[in-house]
């Protein structure tokens, strides 16, 4: 009699079903599909070009180089002049261009960031004083080690695994940490500025530090200036409100007696070569290193491929959620196979390597907001736009508006009337959207990229610092607007009769307040390790909140508190939703790496959408409500 094959193990057959077709970590899955994705929108990214795209591209370009040079300065000083600000300008430029080109979503920024910046300046130390090996031919090892494991993580579709089951909770945290570290260095750099320069200087650079904020948050509003000068003229000033303020800033301390004060400036370098003097070209002799080297290595290697992998998805998660109305799939795998390469080139031309920015990335959906007219009942692929204007409704639309008397208080969903042929009443909503293309990023990064001549370079060091505290302001400004944390935040602070009804009598509002006070505790808690050694580990806190959230913060709070304040960042629906909910939405428990379309495009008749308020600066924030059934 014949024997029966014994049967696999249960852990063995639940591992090599995985690995089979369609399962999480079957190799190549997702890149097939963001390859795929990529050929469908890759025309029609270049199809999209307009005065709202060239002002997004001036306000990104602004954003992006001149916090950049700030980490140059310390990089300058804390790696020996191994890098300094050409190599950070070189960085920054070239992967943006890379990016803009081949990435899978435009909308993601690059550039040299703070927790990289703490990493590198430890691995000089450790280098130089401890074990007496070159920093850079090490570090190059490091970034090429870190190259092959990106492409491992996209291989095996890492991000079904991790970003899938990222929420808004975190999201939301990661941005409120943004809009802080923004602020706080502001105030390093108005420090700095009391340290460097004589007092009354320095109290010159408070007024041009403040002054470029409100300017710019002040311009950002000309779109209500109506019937002030034209149509034209105010959306000018809107779309460029911080490249005005900037460069008018930048001009102030040459005039008049304000010319003789000792105003700290950027520092540069006016030649087109290494900042360090043992270098002549931009190339790392990285074998000429010891062969234990190559092998120990692959340890920072490790820490770099998490934080970049880590921030990088996180980056393209929040400029993409929900209150941005994005409508392409994006290529989170592709993505992170092309940030790996990046990486690797950056280490073999001893430059820093550039990964998503925060809030960079997000600032640049903002500015490419606009809104668009589409029927209560129809399908939302029929958009008709109204306007390029950011930020704010169009005023056509809200003047017909008829659930809210003006502009200032309706939301994304204000319900409109306006006739047909047979005049009969058709309700009409307002919803956002971004002009979805690679010309705005392409342009920002060109125009960095410009910056490693010597004459432009020269241009840089007209610049005050005082200037640059002023950006980090309204940066931090802008990011913090428009976070759903900061309503919710207000409504703490509000008598309960003065609030809404909440749309469900099962959720609680000292919940809701519970849940807004969570938040920003733990931001207070990161914000505190960012500003220790352990730094460049800060994005891994934040995805130890994604199971906190997931298996213990629904043992705390209702569901459908839950419900109503939280939902996936990468896909439609809720951590919350019911079984026959997934199914009504044609969904049910589908692997993650397919739906790299915005929720915005898919959101169940149940599910919370975000409503968009008018603030009394012209910036949108962001409060929450329950869709009508």
Not at 28 to 39: A, G, S, T
């Given at each position: 009699?014949?024997?029966?094959?014994?049967?696999k193990?249960?852990?063995l057959?639940t591992?090599?079903?995985?690995?089979?077709?369609?399962?999480?970590?079957q190799p190549?899955?997702?890149?097939?599909?963001?390859?795929?994705?990529?050929?469908q929108?890759?025309?029609?990214?270049?199809?999209?070009?307009?005065?709202?795209?060239?002002?997004?591209?001036?306000?990104?370009f602004?954003?992006n180089?001149?916090?950049?040079i700030?980490?140059?300065?310390?990089?300058?000083?804390?790696?020996g002049?191994?890098w300094?600000?050409?190599?950070?300008?070189?960085?920054?430029?070239l992967?943006?261009?890379?990016?803009?080109?081949?990435?899978?979503?435009?909308?993601?920024?690059?550039?040299v960031?703070?927790?990289?910046?703490?990493?590198?300046?430890?691995?000089?130390?450790?280098?130089?004083?401890?074990?007496?090996?070159?920093?850079?031919?090490?570090?190059?090892?490091?970034?090429?080690?870190?190259a092959?494991?990106?492409?491992?993580?996209?291989?095996?579709?890492?991000?079904?695994?991790?970003?899938?089951?990222?929420?808004?909770?975190?999201?939301?945290?990661?941005?409120?940490?943004?809009?802080?570290?923004?602020?706080?260095?502001?105030?390093?750099?108005?420090?700095?500025?009391?340290?460097?320069?004589?007092?009354?200087?320095?109290?010159?650079?408070?007024?041009?530090?403040?002054?470029?904020?409100?300017?710019?948050?002040?311009?950002s509003?000309?779109?209500?200036?109506?019937?002030?000068?034209?149509?034209?003229?105010?959306?000018?000033?809107?779309?460029?409100?911080?490249?005005?303020?900037?460069i008018?800033?930048?001009?102030?301390?040459?005039?008049?007696?304000?010319?003789?004060?000792?105003?700290?400036?950027?520092?540069?370098?006016?030649?087109?070569?290494?900042?360090?003097?043992?270098?002549?070209?931009?190339?790392v002799?990285?074998?000429?290193?010891?062969?234990?080297?190559?092998?120990i290595?692959i340890?920072?290697?490790?820490?770099?491929?998490?934080?970049?992998?880590?921030?990088?998805?996180?980056?393209?998660?929040?400029?993409?959620?929900?209150?941005?109305?994005v409508?392409?799939?994006?290529?989170?795998?592709?993505?992170?196979?092309?940030?790996?390469?990046?990486?690797?080139?950056?280490?073999?031309?001893?430059?820093?390597?550039?990964?998503?920015?925060?809030?960079?990335?997000?600032?640049?959906?903002?500015?490419l907001?606009?809104?668009?007219?589409?029927?209560?009942?129809?399908?939302?692929?029929?958009?008709?736009?109204?306007?390029?204007?950011?930020?704010?409704?169009?005023?056509?639309?809200?003047?017909?508006?008829?659930?809210?008397?003006?502009?200032?208080?309706?939301?994304?969903?204000?319900?409109?009337?306006?006739p047909?042929?047979?005049?009969?009443?058709?309700?009409?909503k307002?919803?956002?959207r971004?002009?979805?293309q690679?010309?705005?990023?392409?342009?920002?990064?060109?125009?960095?990229?410009?910056?490693?001549?010597?004459?432009?370079?020269?241009?840089?060091?007209?610049?005050?610092?005082?200037?640059?505290?002023?950006?980090?302001m309204?940066?931090?400004?802008?990011?913090?607007?428009?976070?759903?944390?900061?309503?919710r935040?207000?409504?703490?602070?509000?008598?309960p009769?003065?609030?809404?009804?909440?749309p469900?009598?099962q959720?609680?509002?000292?919940?809701?307040?519970?849940?807004?006070?969570?938040?920003?505790?733990?931001?207070?808690?990161?914000?505190?390790?960012?500003?220790?050694?352990?730094?460049?580990?800060?994005?891994v806190?934040?995805?130890?909140?994604?199971?906190?959230?997931?298996?213990?913060?629904?043992r705390?709070?209702?569901?459908?508190?839950?419900?109503f304040?939280?939902?996936?960042?990468?896909?439609?629906?809720?951590?919350?939703?019911?079984?026959?909910?997934?199914?009504a939405?044609?969904?049910?428990?589908?692997?993650?790496?397919?739906?790299?379309?915005?929720?915005?495009?898919?959101?169940?008749?149940?599910?919370?959408?975000?409503?968009?308020?008018?603030?009394?600066?012209?910036?949108i924030s962001?409060?929450?409500?329950?869709?009508?059934?």
């Open positions: 009699m014949l024997e029966k094959p014994e049967a193990a249960p852990w057959a591992v090599s079903n995985r690995f089979r077709k369609g399962g999480k970590l190549f899955r997702l890149l097939r599909q963001d390859i795929h994705n990529l050929r929108r890759y025309v029609s990214d270049w199809t999209v070009f307009n005065q709202l795209v060239v002002a997004s591209a001036v306000y990104v602004f954003t180089i001149l916090p950049g700030t980490f140059a300065n310390d990089l300058f000083v804390l790696t002049e191994s300094g600000t050409i190599e950070v300008v070189f960085s920054t430029g992967c943006g261009l890379i990016f803009s080109l081949f990435s899978a979503q435009p909308l993601t920024i690059l550039g960031t703070g927790p990289f910046s703490v990493l590198a300046e430890n691995m000089y130390k450790l280098c130089t004083n401890n074990f007496h090996v070159p920093f850079l031919p090490v570090m190059a090892w490091s970034l090429i080690h870190s092959w494991m990106h492409y491992l993580l996209a291989i095996f579709n890492a991000h079904d695994y991790t970003m899938q089951y990222v929420t808004d909770f975190s999201a939301d945290i990661f941005s409120l940490l943004n809009s802080v570290i923004y602020f706080h260095k502001a105030s390093l750099e108005l420090k700095r500025n009391h340290d460097n320069v004589p007092f009354d200087a320095f109290l010159y650079s408070i007024i041009g530090a403040f002054g470029t904020c409100l300017m710019a948050i002040f311009l509003t000309a779109l209500e200036w109506k019937p002030l000068f034209g149509r034209i003229i105010r959306m000018g000033l809107a779309e460029y409100a911080a490249a005005i303020s900037i008018f800033f930048i001009g102030v301390p040459y005039m008049g007696e304000l010319a003789n004060l000792d105003h700290e400036r950027l520092s540069i370098q006016k030649t087109f070569r290494p900042t360090s003097p043992a270098r002549d070209t931009f190339f002799r990285f074998w000429e290193v010891p062969l234990e080297w190559v092998f290595s340890i920072p290697g490790a820490i770099i491929t998490v934080l970049f992998y880590f921030d990088h998805e996180i980056s393209s998660i929040i400029c993409t959620v929900e209150r941005y109305g409508k392409k799939p994006g290529g989170y795998a592709w993505d992170i196979v092309l940030l790996g390469t990046t990486t690797a080139l950056c280490g073999i031309l001893g430059i820093p390597p550039a990964n998503g920015l925060l809030p960079q990335a997000p600032l640049h959906s903002e500015s907001r606009h809104w668009v007219e589409v029927d209560d009942d129809d399908d939302e692929d029929s958009d008709t736009p109204l306007t390029t204007t950011s930020n704010n409704p169009p005023q056509s639309a809200t003047a017909t508006a008829t659930t809210s008397p003006s502009p200032s208080t309706s939301s994304s969903s204000t319900t409109l009337s306006s047909n042929i047979d005049d009969a009443p058709r309700k009409k307002l919803v956002p971004v002009h979805e690679r010309y705005s990023p392409l342009l920002q990064s060109a125009m960095i990229l410009v910056f490693i001549s010597p004459p432009f370079q020269h241009l840089l060091g007209f610049t005050p610092t005082s200037v640059l505290a002023g950006l980090f309204y940066m931090g400004y802008q990011s913090l607007s428009v976070n759903p944390i900061l309503p935040f207000f409504e703490m602070l509000s008598p009769s003065e609030l809404p009804p909440l469900n009598p959720i609680s509002r000292w919940a809701v307040h519970g849940y807004t006070l969570t938040q920003i505790v733990l931001t207070g808690i990161i914000f505190g390790v960012t500003l220790t050694v352990a730094a460049p580990g800060f994005p806190i934040i995805i130890i909140l994604v199971p906190v959230r997931l298996w213990i913060m629904n705390i709070w209702g569901r459908e508190t839950l419900r304040v939280d939902g996936w960042a990468c896909r439609p629906g809720k951590p919350e939703d019911s079984e026959e909910e997934k199914a939405r044609g969904e049910g428990e589908r692997s993650g790496g397919d739906e790299n379309v915005s929720a915005s495009a898919n959101v169940g008749e149940d599910d919370v959408e975000r409503g968009l308020a008018m603030t009394s600066t012209g910036i962001e409060g929450v409500r329950e869709k009508q059934r």
